[in-house]
Nanobody, 121 residues
Framework: VQLQASGGGLVQTGGSLTLSCAAS????????MFWYRQAPGKQRDLVAS???????NYADSVKGRFTVSGDNAGNTVYLQMNGLKPEDSAVYYC????????????????WGQGTLVTVSS
């Protein structure tokens, strides 16, 4: 299974971006997907998560501004980011917990490559 993240870029304060993360491969099921971000010199922090049932959670710093959603197939997750602030600037990473045949009882963790979000003031 591979995760491919995209959608980063440069935006002005108050602007919007949508990130996407697609899982690809054979015979797998995504259980949950997560968005993390890491600014230079800082730790990687959890931003948002969504389960395959659609239950979403957010870090306090992004509540009301960011929305996480998934497609019907459950293999792609989106992060709609509105009202962006300079402090949102970071490399954003997607992470997924996946069951992969034939060892479907085991949940594996996968990471996508980062996508850079830069918010100018």
């Amino acid at each position: 299974v591979q995760l491919q993240a995209s959608g980063g870029g440069l935006v002005q304060t108050g602007g919007s971006l949508t990130l996407s993360c697609a899982a690809s491969g054979r015979n797998f099921r995504v259980e949950s997907m997560f968005w993390y971000r890491q600014a230079p010199g800082k730790q990687r922090d959890l931003v948002a998560s969504i389960t395959r049932f659609g239950s979403a959670n957010y870090a306090d710093s992004v509540k009301g501004r960011f929305t996480v959603s998934g497609d019907n197939a459950g293999n792609t997750v989106y992060l709609q980011m509105n009202g962006l602030k300079p402090e949102d600037s970071a490399v954003y990473y997607c992470n997924a917990q996946i069951r992969e045949a034939p060892r479907i009882r085991e949940v594996k963790e996968f990471w996508g490559q980062g996508t850079l979000v830069t918010v100018s003031s």
